[in-house]
């Protein structure tokens, strides 16, 4: 069974400019969680979406956003890019049970974005 | 809200010797997960180890073991027989149970453990 995709791996924008992360989960997981990792605020959660709709949101303004599509298939968009966005967004899927939880995530390899 | 603290920033230890990575957290719930992931160098972050709060018999994966204290909310990892291929950044995380749909991992600082060959 194939992991957790995400496209592109390397991105740079310039400030202001918006971008958007894609996730492609492992077939069947209907979970998607985003989370974003610098070396100095370490790893913090964005959002998590399942069944298209957005179950939990970290701390993050506006500017960042998802959606998830029917395929579960997740993609952020940050808009208005500021240079401290400048970051690893990592992607992870989970199989959700009938309970509404998971038992553990998997993990993509990232997106590393630059913002110049 | 839940923390975790991983207060080894840095750890080595020689070749096919045993290191104790350690992590502590922060909860007010009685019933939680606590998870161990390994970030090797430009590689994607997987799963080590998982432990669920209400067993109390501590996990176990292959060289890998932890030594879980609820009471004392500590959650160390322990490798045995280091091997070159343990090198990595490793992650304490915590996880509620409780709230539909709660996937929100915590995650602590991490430590870099570094093995001499």
């Known amino acids: 069974k194939a992991g957790v995709t995400q496209t592109p791996r390397y991105l740079i924008k310039t400030r202001g400019q918006q971008v958007t992360l894609s996730c492609s989960p492992i077939?069947?997981?209907?979970?998607v969680s985003w989370y974003q990792q610098t070396p100095g605020q370490g790893l913090q959660f964005l959002f998590e979406y399942f069944s298209e709709t957005q179950r939990n949101k970290g701390n993050f303004p506006g500017r960042f956003s998802g959606r998830q599509f029917s395929n579960s298939r997740s993609e952020m968009n940050v808009s208005t890019l500021e240079l401290g966005d400048s970051a690893l967004y990592l992607c992870?899927?989970?199989?959700?049970?009938?309970?509404?939880?998971?038992?553990?995530?998997?993990f993509g390899p990232g997106t590393r974005l630059t913002v110049t | 809200a839940q923390t975790v603290t991983q207060s080894q920033p840095e750890m080595s230890v020689q070749e096919a010797e045993t290191v104790t990575l350690s992590c502590t957290y922060d909860t007010s719930e009685s019933d939680y997960y606590l998870f161990w992931y390994k970030q090797p160098p430009s590689r994607q972050m997987i799963l080590v180890i998982r432990?669920?709060?209400?067993?109390?018999q501590n996990a176990t994966e292959n060289r890998f073991s932890v030594n879980f204290q609820k009471a004392a909310k500590s959650f160390s990892l322990k490798i045995s027989d280091s091997q070159l291929g343990d090198a990595a950044m490793y992650f304490c995380?915590?996880?509620?149970?409780?709230?539909?749909?709660?996937?929100?991992?915590?995650f602590g600082t991490g430590t870099r453990l570094t093995i001499i060959p």
């Open positions: 995380a915590y996880r509620s149970v409780y709230n539909f749909g709660n996937e929100k991992l915590t």
């Open positions: 432990q669920e709060a209400y067993k109390q």
């Open positions: 992870a899927s989970s199989l959700v049970g009938v309970t509404g939880s998971s038992y553990e995530q998997y």
């Open positions: 077939s069947g997981h209907r979970s």
